[in-house]
């Protein structure tokens, strides 16, 4: 095993010292925002820590927001990307923003990061992916970011983390509005609008946005299946809220939103125009009430769905092949939650919550000219949790304990206990521990027997323990912040050839180990109407059984950003440097730098222009063997704001 550090380690982080020596907590370093005033003066406040609100610089974890203006001023980039320039997360994708999206936090698989949008899990229960793809940024108003197994907070698939995304609502004034419009390279477009506001008890909004591109090739002759085409895409959104407080401290509300993808693939090389199509939907109504001065109640029901449906050539069904060339797989995920938040004393509070989840799935998977379905198809998981925060002078503590009963597995309970103390006003050193699982998704216990892969039932969940330490210095312009961590994951899932009569044929199996090691330094200046901002991630996620790195994750990865205003003009810059990694048959993928420049021009108060430029010097790099990735991409965006 190599060793974290280097002296070619110790050299980068001399470099970076200059944007730390002033100073892990201020919303989002993901890029630059729109101005270094937007900064909130106000503590920002996440949900998702602990599940209940609470200021950023008391969370004790290592959690960050990608606020609003990070967002506006993402351009044409992917939400994916948008995560990528936060610490400790890469992507990978197959061929463009529209193709299917992985997503490894601190090293983590996909499945292993549990994806919420507006508190409800979206993670597709047939293949346990989220569909980042889906979700245009947008539609977003903020993201919250828990790093770390969070399963003792939220359950399954949380071994590696927590992405919580909320989606636009605004409600401070009695009519807000904002519409955009824009255009760049590979003839993209993207219109958004939207309307919200507050008033006499009611709270609303309503959005909505559209994207297009003409796209680039999503294959290159490395691939199987490569067609030399450019591959086109849409999506669509919408998104509304309405609220009403019929009594002070009583609030009954309700949320809905819709996305639709349409996207261009190469699947076989044939000349046939592949197609991935894909819907997801999530609805809820939550009451939520203050019963007395310390303690507050909330009911929420809800629904997401999710639809995925290929489109390719008319195949052969002796092959498993679709004889239209269409296959479907649906998921819809009924959840309900009740949750009580007790403030027992000054400083201190405990939430208690009961979950219910029932996962149902429905597939058209082709099989010897004519379609069959999964062996089981539904599921439910009864989940209690429960959560204590406790502040003492300089001495701050989180723990957390919760209970999984899944029809499939049994009971399944985790833990976390996290300790915080401040060394002075503005130094917190913190320590962590918490354990994790991920229940195995109906693909991989019970898809039927194709002759090339069958589901394994008696397949158990992988199971995770994490520790953690930290310190980080925080002031009114700087900030610096390191963080070390150790994620030891057990029983992997993993496909092996299960017949020694048939090579081709494949199985999950609980066969391997894996540790998720690495260091974080984040850090972050402020020079009057200067702003520069800094992470470094090292780390070595390894799959120990074999003492091979994890496909696709690189062991070293610099971000660094900065942005100045110039009156009613903003200028900046982002530099990505990602190190080599392997792909799945252990081939090498180099290493890469992308630089990125945006500017921002306030035309009048109400009105802004935003330019982006990706990759401005054109980069050839790869995430995946044999699927392309954009070249030079340049966006430009007009916003009005009411």
């Known amino acids: 095993m190599k060793p974290l550090f280097t002296r070619r380690h110790a050299g980068l982080l001399a470099c970076l010292a200059p944007v730390w020596a002033g100073a892990q907590s201020l919303p989002a370093d993901a890029g630059t925002a729109n101005s270094p005033a937007a900064i909130p003066q106000l503590d920002t406040v996440v949900v998702t820590a602990s599940r209940t609100p609470q200021a950023l610089k008391d969370v004790l974890g290592d959690v960050s927001v990608i606020d609003r203006n990070t967002l506006e001023s993402a351009g044409q980039s992917s939400l994916a990307e948008v995560l990528s320039r936060t610490h400790g997360i890469e992507y990978t994708n197959n061929g463009g923003p ?109 959005s909505s946005s559209y994207r297009q591109s003409h796209g680039f090739d999503a294959t290159n002759d490395k691939a199987y299946g490569h067609n030399p085409d450019r591959d086109s895409y849409y999506e669509s959104n919408v998104a509304g809220s309405l609220g009403y407080e019929w009594k002070r401290g009583q609030t009954l509300s309700a949320q809905f939103y ?20 894909q819907d997801l939907q999530g609805y809820s109504l939550t009451s939520t009430n203050q019963l007395t001065d310390m303690w507050q109640s909330t009911l929420r029901v809800g629904s997401t769905v999710d639809r995925n449906r290929s489109e390719n050539a008319p195949g052969d069904p002796a092959f498993g092949q679709s004889p239209d060339g269409k296959t479907t797989f649906r998921t819809r995920q009924n959840q309900f939650l009740w949750q009580n938040d007790l403030q027992l004393a000054q400083g201190q509070k405990v939430t208690l919550a009961y979950e219910h989840l029932d996962q149902r799935v429905d597939g058209d998977i082709p099989f010897m000219g004519r379609f069959v379905n999964y062996d089981e198809t539904r599921r439910h998981v009864n989940s209690f949790t429960g959560v204590y925060l406790g502040d003492f002078g300089a001495h701050h503590l989180q723990a957390s304990l919760r209970n999984d009963d899944n029809s499939q597995f049994g009971n399944h309970t985790t833990g976390g206990l996290s300790y915080g103390y401040d060394i002075t006003p503005r130094i917190r050193a913190t320590v962590g521990a918490s354990t994790g699982f991920r229940a195995p998704d109906f693909n991989e216990l019970y898809w039927p027997n194709d002759g090339y892969f069958a589901g394994n039932p008696d397949l158990k969940p992988e199971t995770s323990r994490n520790v953690e330490a930290g310190l980080r210095y925080a002031d009114d312009d700087s900030e610096l912040g390191v963080t070390y961590y150790r994620n030891k994951v ?54 120990t059984d074999e003492d091979k790195r994890l496909p696709l994750r690189a062991r070293k990865v610099l971000r660094l950003s900065g942005d100045h205003r110039f009156g009613d003009l903003l200028l900046g810059a982002e530099w990505y440097v990602s190190g080599d990694r392997i792909d799945s048959s252990g081939d090498r993928l180099g290493g890469y730098g992308l630089f990125n420049l945006l500017a921002a021009y306030d035309v009048t108060r109400n009105v802004q222009v935003q330019v982006r430029w990706n990759n401005v010097f054109d980069k050839e790099y790869t995430l995946v063997k044999g699927y392309n990735t954009p070249g030079s991409n340049a966006f430009v965006n007009l916003t009005w704001r009411m």
């Open 98 to 206: 529209q193709t299917v999206t992985s997503l490894f936090m601190r090293g983590a698989n996909s499945n292993q990061t549990l994806v919420l949008v507006d508190g409800q899990r979206i993670n597709n229960a047939t293949n346990g992916l989220a569909a980042l793809n889906a979700i245009p940024p947008d539609s977003i108003d903020h993201i919250e970011i828990v790093r770390g197994a969070a399963s003792s907070l939220y359950g399954a698939d949380a071994l590696g983390g927590v992405i919580n995304i909320v989606t636009r609502r605004e409600a401070e004034r009695p009519l807000s509005a904002y519409a955009s419009a824009g255009g760049g390279t590979y003839g993209t477009s993207s219109y958004s609008a939207g309307l919200s506001g507050a008033t006499q008890g009611w709270t609303y909004s309503l």
């Open 258 to 277: 819709q996305t639709h993808v349409n996207g261009g693939y190469d699947y076989d090389g044939s000349d046939f125009n592949d197609r991935a199509i």
């Open 490 to 543: 057990r029983n992997l899932i993993v496909s092996q050839s299960a017949d020694p009569a048939n090579p081709y044929f494949y199985q999950p199996f609980n066969v391997s180990h894996a540790l998720l090691e690495g260091v974080t330094f984040t850090g972050m200046k402020k020079f009057g109407n200067t702003r520069l901002r800094a992470s470094l991630d090292l780390s070595d996620p390894r799959n």
